[in-house]
């Protein structure tokens, strides 16, 4: 492969998800955002320590999600914004030398730009960018036309997007007749700079075929990176076939995204890695 992630990353690169605990006005919102900081801080130390390469911030605790298609009000507030610039500025100065990216559910694609721009992102992970889909929040629309445009406005033309197809947690029945391989041409043609494959859900395993499909579609062009259920008992089949994995669940406590990351857990997943990287 010739992709490298902002080349401070190694082919076969492991992204550690760091999910923020829910942020103030949203449902769950507890903690003030000096804590959450604290505890995003603590997470990304723990991936550094164990020699996972990259990781991502994602405001996964923020249920319901709003979805940026709605007419009735369906952008996140600047509140949102705000908080997670401060949590992935922290983030940041925590972990200098790892390459970061950033989510920000559901949808709200230019908001993750903007705050990867000004925290010093390398990336963003962006849901929503070639054809429609229903996703639990509604329908949402592809937006690579403005998200790029915005992009290139603010002068971020740096932070890479990362883009799902065929996103978990969706219906794709409106484009049932557009294959995955043909998604992903797309997205590389309205200038996608990875795309990302998933299962149904958080923590359900990606077909195996589809990955090894998309790769092909776009000849190692850009980079696939497989999007959850990656775990310790079957990345050996996954690594060879993409060119990074996003592990979220599989490194938490039990293999529960609710809970803070396992460092035994992330161990051993590593462990594994750096066998099959030497093979």
Not at 154 to 180: E, L, P, W, Y
Not at 247 to 268: E, I, Q
Not at 274 to 279: D, E, F, G, I
Request: charged share 20%; glycine share 8%; aromatic share 6%.
């Amino acid at each position: 492969c010739v992709w490298t992630m902002m080349e401070r990353l190694p082919v076969k690169a492991i992204v550690g998800m760091v999910h923020l605990h829910a942020l103030p006005g949203t449902p769950n919102g507890r903690l003030c955002v000096r804590e959450i900081a604290e505890r995003a801080v603590a997470e990304a130390a723990v991936y550094r320590d164990c020699g996972v390469d990259a990781v991502m911030v994602e405001n996964m605790h923020d249920v319901p999600y709003l979805n940026r298609c709605s007419a009735e009000g369906g952008r996140v507030g600047p509140e949102i914004v705000a908080s997670m610039t401060i949590c992935a500025d922290a983030v940041r100065r925590a972990v200098p030398g790892m390459p970061c990216g950033i989510q920000i559910l559901a949808g709200q694609n230019e908001e993750a730009v903007a705050v990867a721009h000004s925290a010093g992102f390398d990336f963003v992970r962006a849901e929503g960018f070639v054809f429609g889909h229903v996703a639990d929040e509604g329908y949402m629309n592809s937006c690579a036309g403005t998200l790029l445009r915005y992009r290139k406005s603010i002068g971020a033309q740096h932070v890479k997007v990362f883009t799902d197809i065929k996103k978990k947690h969706s219906s794709h029945a409106i484009t049932a007749d557009v294959t995955i391989e043909e998604t992903a041409k797309a997205a590389e043609y309205f200038l996608s700079d990875g795309l990302i494959v998933t299962g149904v859900a958080t923590g359900a395993e990606a077909d195996l075929a589809e990955v090894i499909g998309v790769r092909k579609a776009v000849q190692s062009r850009i980079p696939v990176l497989v999007g959850s259920g990656v775990t310790t008992q079957n990345v050996s089949r996954y690594l060879p076939a993409c060119d990074a994995i996003i592990v979220g669940s599989h490194f938490k406590k039990d293999g529960d995204w609710k809970n803070t990351v396992d460092k035994s857990r992330v161990d051993a997943f590593m462990s594994v890695v750096q066998q099959l990287c030497r093979v």
